[in-house]
Each structure stands twice: as C-alpha cells, then as structure tokens.
Nanobody
C-alpha cells in the first residue's frame, strides 16, 4: 500500500511563492509518473501538473503554466511543486498523486494513489 504525504502548504500573500513536497511511505514510486491536483472550495478537483518517471517530461494546466514548476528527485523519492507569482485563485487544497504508468496527463483516472492534501491559501 502506497501512502503519499504532502507538505509545504500555508498562507502567502499574492505574488509570493511556496514549494510543496510529496513523499511516499510504504513503497517506492520511482517507477511511476507523478502529478499534482487541487480542489478549491465548492469546485471540482482540477489538474495542476504532471511529471514522467524520469522527470524528462512535464505537463501543466494552462492556468499555472509559467508560474509553477514540477520536479522530482528519485534518489530522495520526493516530488516538488514550486509555485511562484501566486494568485488568490490558486487557493485550494493541493493533492499529490501517483500515476499508473511511467507517464501521466491531466485525467484523474490515470492516477491510483492520492495523498491527503495540503492547504494553500493566497491572500490578496
């Protein structure tokens, strides 16, 4: 059983930065793509970013492209989401997810394990 643990969320002013981390417990995730999703109050969960097993391929939602960067350190078994130029509309609970394959995209069915989420709040 894979458990994913997110950290790094918090309260930040608009224009600020945060870096989220996701690490697994129980099993390695180095053979799989990884992704980040978010869910704002009253809204459906939406895709944010994904990274392939090797880290050579990344994919972003249009709303975060150019501001967010997904990366991974397989030696540390950690995935990161660097979030810059944050906006109030980025406020959400952010979830880390493990892909079923070595690459994954924006569809939630491509992921089979999810973390509990970390809250990101951006004040205006």
């Amino acid at each position: 059983q894979v458990q994913l643990v997110e950290s790094g969320g918090g309260l930040v002013q608009a224009g600020g930065s945060l870096r989220l981390s996701c690490a697994p417990s129980g099993r390695t995730f180095n053979r799989n793509a990884m992704g980040w999703f978010r869910q704002a109050p009253g809204k459906e969960r939406e895709f944010v970013a994904a990274i392939s097993r090797s880290g050579g391929m990344t994919y972003y939602a249009d709303s975060v492209k150019g501001r967010f960067t997904i990366s991974r350190d397989n030696a540390k078994e950690t995935v990161y989401l660097q979030m810059n130029s944050l906006k109030p509309e980025d406020t959400a609970v952010y979830y880390c997810a493990k892909g079923r394959m070595v690459v994954a995209g924006p569809n939630s069915h491509e992921y089979d394990y999810w973390g509990q989420g970390t809250q990101v709040t951006v004040s205006s």
